[in-house]
C-alpha cells in the first residue's frame, strides 16, 4: 500500500524596492549639471581649435606688398630729331601768339577773380578725392595721475592708406606723435572707427605701418576707401612746383595747405641711409602730419618730425617719396631689416680729383657698438664693396643693406687711406637687426 507524502513548498513574494525620491533627485542634477559642463567644455574647445583647424586646412593668403621701381627719368627732348623740336618750338609760339590775341582783343570774359577762385576750386576737389585715401591713426596711452587714478591720454597722427595684404589694410603714417601708446584705432574719412595695431617701425625717421583687419572694416568703408599713388621726389623740375599738403598740416585732422616746393637738397643723414628732405613755403604746426601731394594726386613725401628736425624753418618739410618706398614695403610686410651702423656721404668727382678718394662711400660715422665697428670699419675709410654688389654712393649702399638679413656674413670691400695712398681691406660684418 502506497503511503502518500505531503510536499511543502517556500512561497516567497518579491517586492519592488522603494524609490528614494531625493536620491533620485541627486542624481539627476549631477548628471545634467555634468552635461551641462561636458556642453560648455565642448563648446570652448571648439572655439579655441576651430580657427587654428580651419587656418590649416583653408590659411588666409597674405600677399606681399610691392611697389614699381622709379624708371629713370629721360626728358622728352632727347626723344625728338632736331626737326621735331623746331616743329615743337613753332607750334608753341603759335599758342602764345593767338593767346596774346585774345587777351589784346577783350575776347576772354574770365576775370583774374574767376580764375583765382577756378585754381582753388581744382584744389580743393583734388584734395577731397585724396582725402579717401586719409585716416587718422589714435594712440591711447595710459598714466597714473597724483591719486594713483589710471588716466587715458588720446593722441593723433595722420596716415596715409598705402595698401592691403589680403588680410589687412596697410596704413603708413608718422608715430611720433603716438609713443608709448598701448592701444590703436583708425579713422576713417566716414568716421568709422576700428581698432589697428602697430605692424612694424623705423625708430630712426619714425615711419611706422598700421594694420586693420579687413574683416573688421564696414563693407561701405572697405568699398569706398582708396589706396594713396605714391609719386616720385625726383627730378629736376621737381622744385617750384605746386603742391598740396594733405592729412594734418596745421595738426588738425583735415586741415589743408596749398604751396610750393622751395628746396630738395636737404638731407636726413642716419645709420646706413641718407634720405632726401623736400621743402616747402607752406608754414606748419609743431604737431603737423601727413604728406605733400602734386597736382597729379601723387604723393611726393611724407611729413615727419624727423624731416622738420632738418629744417629750422617753420614750414612743411618732408622725406622724399622715392628714398623710402623699400622701407615702406618691409614695413608693410613686417620684414626684419639689416643693421650695419655707419654714417656717410657720396665721394662727390671734385673730391676725387683734388684728394684723390676712391669713388665710393665714404665713411664719416661708424655708431658705437654697431656691427661695422665690431668688424673694424674706422672713420675715414671708402667702401667701395658690399658682398658682391659694387658701391659708388650711398644710395647704392643702402640698397644693398636693405637686400641683407639680420645675422648675415657679409664680405666688404673698402679702401683705407695709409698717410700716402689708399690701400684695399676685405671685412667681414655680421649684420644686425634694425629698430
Known sequence: MEQKHETSFVTETIKEKPINKKKLFRRTITTIVFAIVFGLIACLTFILIEPVINNILN???ITKVKFPEEEQEVKPEELLTEDEIAQQEESIQEVVEAAKEV???GQNEMTSIDTYEKIYADFQRLAKEA???IVTVVGITEQQDW???????ENTTSGLIVAENGVEVLILADAG???NAGEYYVRFFDKQTVEAELKNMDAQTGLAVYAVDLSGLPKETKENITFATLGSSTGENLVGSPMI????PYGTSGSLSYGMITSNGTKLNLADAIYNVITTDMSMSQNASG???NLHGEVVGIITKSAASKVDAGTISAIGISDIKTLIAKLSNDEERAYVGIKGMDVTEEAH?????PFGVYVSEVITGSPAMAAGIQNGDVIVNLGKQSVTSFREFRAGVFSLEPNMIVEVTLMRFNGTEYNEINLEITTGEAK
Open 291 to 293: 604728406a605733400v601731394m
Open 103 to 105: 587777351v589784346e582783343s
Open 131 to 133: 582725402g579717401k585715401s
Open 245 to 248: 599738403a594733405i592729412g594734418a
Open 147 to 153: 591719486f594713483a587714478g589710471i588716466t587715458e591720454n
Open 353 to 357: 680729383e683734388e684728394t684723390g678718394v
Open 177 to 179: 606723435n603716438l609713443q
Open 59 to 61: 590659411p588666409e593668403e
